[in-house]
C-alpha cells in the first residue's frame, strides 16, 4: 500500500530505472522487493539486467509485451490525472510540476487509497472474465436450446411460430445456473492471470 515515485522531465533512460531501483531498495533496507514491470527497452536492456542481477535482494518480473493494462502502475497515473490533478488550475510546466509532486505525496500518505486502487484492479480483471466466461456459456446454452427446439419443430411437434419463444422462456429459467459458474470461473480466471503475471506477488510484498 505504499507509493514510491519519482519525477522526470527527460526521457526515461536505462540509468533512469537503476536509480528508481536503488531508491526502491534503500527505502527498504532489509526487505526482499518483488518488482513487477512491463517490457519496455530501458526495463529489458543489457545495462539494467546487469544491475538487477547483482542486487540479490531484488527479483524482478515482467509483464507480457504491449499489455499496459495490466500494469497496476497505470491505475495509480489514471487515478492522478482524473481525480487528483481533475480540473487543476496550473499555468505552467512549473507549476504543474508542483502539483503533481504535491498530489503524489498526499496519495502516499494514504495507504488505503492505494489499497483501494489495487482492490478495484482485481476486481475489474475478474469482472471482465466472468463477463468473457458468461457470454461463451450463454452461446452455448442458445445454440443447444434452438437446435433442440428446432429439431422438435421439424418433426411436427411444436408450431414454428413458438420457436423463438420457447428458447427465450428456456434461456431465462437456466440464467440462474449459468451466473454462479460464470462468477465461479471468471474468479478463477482473473485471479489466476494475476497470479501467472506476477500482480499478486507483488502485492503480498508491498
Known amino acids: 500500500g505504499h507509493l514510491l515515485f519519482r519525477l522526470l522531465e527527460k526521457r526515461i533512460a536505462s540509468q533512469e530505472i537503476i536509480d528508481f531501483l536503488t531508491q526502491m531498495l534503500r527505502h527498504h533496507p532489509r526487505r526482499h522487493l518483488v518488482v513487477v514491470m512491463d517490457q ?7 545495462k ?6 547483482q542486487q540479490p535482494r531484488l527479483h524482478v518480473f515482467h509483464l507480457p509485451k504491449y499489455s499496459p493494462d495490466w500494469n497496476p502502475d497505470e491505475k495509480v497515473w489514471n487515478h492522478l490525472k482524473h481525480q487528483e490533478l481533475k480540473s487543476h488550475q496550473a499555468k505552467t510546466k512549473d507549476e504543474l510540476k508542483h502539483l503533481t509532486r504535491r498530489k503524489l505525496q498526499s496519495m ?3 495507504p488505503h487509497l492505494m489499497r483501494g486502487i ?8 475478474i469482472a471482465q472474465a466472468t463477463a468473457g466466461v458468461g457470454l461463451v456459456l450463454l452461446v452455448v446454452l442458445v445454440i443447444y436450446q434452438l437446435a433442440f427446439v428446432l429439431g422438435r419443430a421439424a418433426d411436427g411437434q411444436l408450431p414454428g411460430s413458438l420457436v423463438l419463444q420457447l428458447v427465450a422462456l428456456t434461456l431465462r429459467g437456466n440464467l440462474s445456473i449459468i451466473l454462479p459458474f460464470a462468477v465461479l470461473l471468471g474468479t478463477i480466471l482473473g485471479l489466476g492471470r494475476l497470479y501467472h ?6 502485492a503480498y510484498a508491498c
Open 40 to 46: 519496455a527497452p530501458p526495463h529489458t536492456s543489457q
Open 48 to 53: 539494467t539486467q546487469a544491475f538487477i542481477e
Open 108 to 110: 502516499a500518505k494514504r
Open 118 to 125: 489495487f482492490f478495484r484492479h482485481v476486481l475489474r480483471n
Open 197 to 202: 503475471d506476477s500482480e499478486m506477488a507483488a
